[in-house]
């Protein structure tokens, strides 16, 4: 089935962040973390070939369009090695970093009784506090997952600022809910923040004049 315009438009702005998810879920599944893994200077080119072969047979059509793009993987690798899809502000290609925790199957999103905590920063401090959160996810000693906006123009943001969002599993379960606040709090997130379920934002549902979206404020 061939593709309009538009569909192929919106397929070619995603390509690129499509394959960072799948390549990040991948080394996930091999208990290895991509932000570690660049940070420290580690050669992943044996996973990163293995892992894109693999993605070439499921896609190939979206493969084409990467090369298109980036004219080569070795581009492509050498861009995540600078830090595209791990710093926040040095990622362009994909509006979205995510970090699931090792000890997770299911991605937070996509469970109806998982929720987060909203955390809004300024440019210049997103990468700092991303790194923390990023990494005590890894740990086990946050929530199920996190992922953080980036420097990719987001045309639905209200301003400048950047998102973090730091998922639990259970909305219910409020100690783990509020256990987690408590480690936001213990690496500098003072300020109230505002905790929202998922099924809120499966019923598309977000803040407006006069409406309420956030289920706990601590």
Excluded: C
């Excluded at 996973?47 to 990467?66: A, Q, R, T």
């Excluded at 925790?101 to 809004?120: D, M, Q, R, T, Y």
């Excluded at 409020?174 to 936001?184: A, G, K, N, Q, Y």
């Amino acid at each position: 089935m061939s593709m309009n315009a538009a569909e192929m438009n919106g397929l070619t702005d995603s390509a690129y962040a499509f394959f960072e998810f799948y390549f990040r879920s991948q080394l996930h599944k091999r208990k290895k973390s991509l932000s570690h893994i660049v940070e420290n200077g580690e050669d992943f080119r044996d996973d990163f070939n293995e892992i894109y072969g693999d993605f070439s047979d499921l896609y190939p059509e979206i493969v084409e369009i990467l090369i298109r793009l980036f004219h080569s993987l070795e581009e492509i690798y050498r861009m995540i090695r600078e830090g595209e899809g791990v710093i926040p502000s040095k990622t362009f290609q994909a509006r979205w970093i995510e970090q699931d925790s090792p000890h997770v199957e299911e991605p937070a999103a996509n469970i109806e009784k998982a929720g987060k905590w909203l955390i809004f920063l300024p440019p210049d401090q997103v990468d700092e506090i991303w790194q923390k959160i990023r990494d005590l996810t890894w740990d086990g000693k946050l929530g199920i997952s996190a992922k953080v906006s980036t420097a990719k123009p987001d045309p639905d943001a209200r301003d400048e600022r950047k998102v973090i969002y730091v998922y639990t599993a259970d909305w219910e379960d409020e100690p783990d809910v509020m256990r987690v606040r408590e480690e936001l709090r213990s690496i500098g997130i003072t300020d109230r923040i505002g905790y929202k379920r998922n099924i809120e934002t499966f019923k598309g549902e977000y803040s407006a004049r006069g409406k309420k979206v956030t289920f706990y404020s601590a």
